[in-house]
């Protein structure tokens, strides 16, 4: 049913009905019509036939600043074309094209081709590279961004990097180690003054034992980058213990390390940032006792809207993981 065919029902059911009451006054009340509308309506019916209660079709109304299908096309061509540039950034690149418009403007028709995200603009161009070439991409298949881990049980990959925290005036520079379950997402953070040594790592990965064992959590296998803290002589002395595996993402590729990557951009934007707006910092130990009691709320309380975990928190996913390894060795 369209929506002429309701307007024209109602408009016919109005005049039935006033004609069966015998009261204009009582049946506009009754259908939210004033009795001028009626009585406009009722002429019309009657030179020209119920049909004439039809709506008129409305023409599109000319906007001047209206786009131009060219332009429409040029920016959905470029924004695929340069899919991680949001439309700000595109603005430069429209204008060597011949378009002049606002950020606003482009981001609206982005959105109404679906378009509007980052995300999204990279999952069509892995499309558009499928279909113009046959190569079909790691982000055509499992997303926009190419890659993702996955481990059955809880401590089979632990996903290990090192973030920088900055330059503290008094302290000098902070680094952050990280170790995130990949299974889980279960995380653990340790701080430190100074250089990110193969033995800072090493002492670091005795801590993720002792944490993960808290957690109920054996580590099996951790997957590191090839920083020099990780490929150092103290550290795989200690990783190569028995029955630990230690795997190490290909050069230049750290969407291979995702897990921790993502980990770093949720502690920085929910964290550090608004910790060091509060005050100044002159105590790593202070900074460190509020990051982990951040870092108790994250693994406990804190629901991840990823793909992956889907509203759930780290703990969360470790009892289900279990009710399932317990449904399976029944």
Known sequence: ??????????????????????????????????????????????????????????????????????????????????????????????RARGVHRSASGVAKVLRRHQ??????????????????????????????????MYASTAGQVVSMDTF???????????????????????????????????????????????????????LEGVLTDNGPEFVGKAFQTRVTEPGLVHHRIPPRSPNHNSVCERFHGTVLHEFFRPHFHRGRVDDVTLLDRSLQAWLIDFNQHRPNHGDYMAGRTPLEVKKQLRRRIRKTAA
């Not at 046959?134 to 961004?145: E, Q, R």
């Not at 033995?199 to 002792?210: R, W, Y």
Request: include cysteine; glycine fraction near 8%.
């Open 115 to 148: 378009l509007g995200t980052a995300r999204q603009r990279l999952a069509q161009l892995a499309s558009l590279t499928a279909a113009e070439s046959g190569l079909v991409t790691n982000a055509a298949m499992h997303g926009p961004f190419g890659f993702c």
């Open 1 to 94: 049913m369209t929506h002429e065919s309701i307007v024209y029902d109602r408009r016919v059911r109005l005049i039935e009905y006033a004609a069966r009451v015998g009261n204009v006054a009582e049946a506009c009340r009754v259908f939210g019509v004033s009795p001028s509308t009626y009585y406009e309506w009722i002429t019309k019916a009657e030179q020209y036939g119920l049909s004439a209660l039809l709506p008129r079709d409305r023409r599109q109304p000319h906007q001047p600043n209206a786009m131009s299908s060219e332009e429409v096309a040029v920016i959905l061509a470029e924004a695929i074309t340069r899919p991680t540039l949001g439309p700000k950034s595109l603005l430069r690149h429209l």
């Open 164 to 218: 920088y925290v900055g330059r503290l005036k008094g302290i000098g520079a902070v680094w952050q180690l990280t170790a995130v379950d990949v299974a889980t997402r279960v995380a653990v953070v340790q701080l430190i003054v100074g250089d990110k040594t193969a033995v800072v790592a090493a002492g670091f990965l005795d801590h993720l034992k002792k944490s993960l064992r808290k957690h109920g959590i054996k």
